[in-house]
């Protein structure tokens, strides 16, 4: 079994930063990617970013791109947002997906990121 722990939200004025964490643990094997989704009360989760475990390739939501990096550290099996220049439509409860090569996906608890105008 596979263990994510999110870190790192919070309440930030738009325009402003945050930097979000995910700690996987467990039985971490065979991952091909892993990634950040978003969801709003009532509404679908929502692809937000994902990076390549191996290689490193990345992709975003047009939604956040050149606001938001997505990075991991393989050493530490942890995977980061780095989201800039806020904007209150991001508010959402964030969640880290981690993906072995479809076989399998796990999700984390979630974290709340709230941007106030």
């Known amino acids: 079994q596979v263990q994510l722990v999110e870190s790192g939200g919070g309440l930030v004025q738009s325009g402003g930063s945050l930097r979000l964490s995910c700690a996987a643990s467990?039985?971490?094997?065979?991952?091909?990617?892993m990634g950040w989704y978003r969801q709003v009360s009532g509404k679908e989760r929502e692809f937000v970013a994902a990076?390549?475990?191996?290689?490193?390739?990345?992709n975003y939501a047009d939604s956040v791109k050149g606001r938001f990096t997505i990075s991991r550290d393989n050493v530490k099996n942890t995977v980061y947002l780095q989201m800039n220049s806020l904007k209150p439509e991001d508010t959402a409860a964030y969640y880290c997906?981690?993906?072995?090569?479809?076989?399998?996906?796990?999700w984390g608890q979630g974290t709340q990121v709230t941007v106030s105008s």
């Open positions: 990076i390549s475990w191996s290689g490193g390739g990345t």
């Open positions: 467990g039985s971490i094997s065979r991952v091909s990617a």
């Open positions: 997906h981690l993906d072995r090569f479809g076989a399998a996906d796990y």
